[in-house]
């Protein structure tokens, strides 16, 4: 079975601090995904990345940066947190595009 | 951009009962998969299934391309089955990626 691995299952951070959020797979898969899940807004789709040190802006980018040097790991930056940025961030994975999506078990961070 | 709507928005059953959860889109799509999303937050690929029909034991999905809909047949529901359902598209000519509808929030009482 594939498997996603989110690094924090929560996480609580100050206004104004940098934040990282790791994500590893062990698939060798090519796609990788950062989503964010808010009630009432469903999943949305900040960054993605098709291969190594590729990346491609998603729907609401704005305060976030990605880092993905390795096949296997691709980390959601936060530069400097905001209250507006606590949220349950959840990382997926593909093989390639238009196959299966998995994601990892998500990250409930809280920026105070 | 491709809309996608699923209904009913919150569904409460009692344990075995069946039940149709719906996505229509409004456009021609690549992908279609089904995400279940459990109490603590994880999400499970239930099926890839951008057309025909699929089965999963008491789980089964069918997809009718050419109308723009799918189904998501859960039978004999347990109280396991509870979370919130996702329907998510990949629009044909896209960007290559998944768009997803709100859910469904089944809860399935003892």
């Known amino acids: 079975d594939v498997k996603v691995t989110q690094s924090s299952r929560y996480l609580v951070k100050r206004t104004g601090e940098k934040v990282f959020l790791e994500c590893v797979q062990d698939m060798d898969h090519e796609n990788m995904f950062w989503y964010r899940q808010d009630p009432g807004l469903g999943l949305r789709l900040i960054y993605f990345s098709y291969d190594v040190k590729m990346k491609e802006k998603g729907d609401i980018p704005e305060g976030y940066s990605v880092s993905r040097e390795k096949k296997e790991r691709f980390s959601l930056i936060l530069e400097s947190a905001s209250t507006n940025q606590t949220s349950m961030y959840l990382c997926?994975?593909?093989?390639?595009?238009?196959?299966?999506?998995?994601f990892g078990s998500g990250t409930q961070l809280s920026v105070l | 951009g491709i809309q996608v709507e699923q209904s009913p928005p919150d569904l409460i059953l009692q344990e075995g009962a069946n039940s149709t959860l719906r996505c229509n889109f409004s456009?021609?799509?690549?992908?279609l998969q089904w995400f279940h999303q459990n109490p603590w937050g994880q999400l499970i690929n239930l099926f890839y299934i951008p057309s025909g029909t699929k089965q999963n034991g008491r789980l089964s999905a069918t997809t009718v391309a050419t109308e723009r809909y799918s189904l998501l047949y859960i039978s004999s529901s347990q109280t396991t089955d509870s979370g919130v359902y996702f329907c998510a598209v990949e629009e044909q000519g896209g960007s290559e990626k998944l768009v997803f509808g709100k859910g469904t929030k089944l809860t399935v009482n003892p």
């Open positions: 997926a994975s593909s093989l390639m595009s238009g196959s299966k999506l998995f």
């Open positions: 456009d021609s799509v690549n992908n």
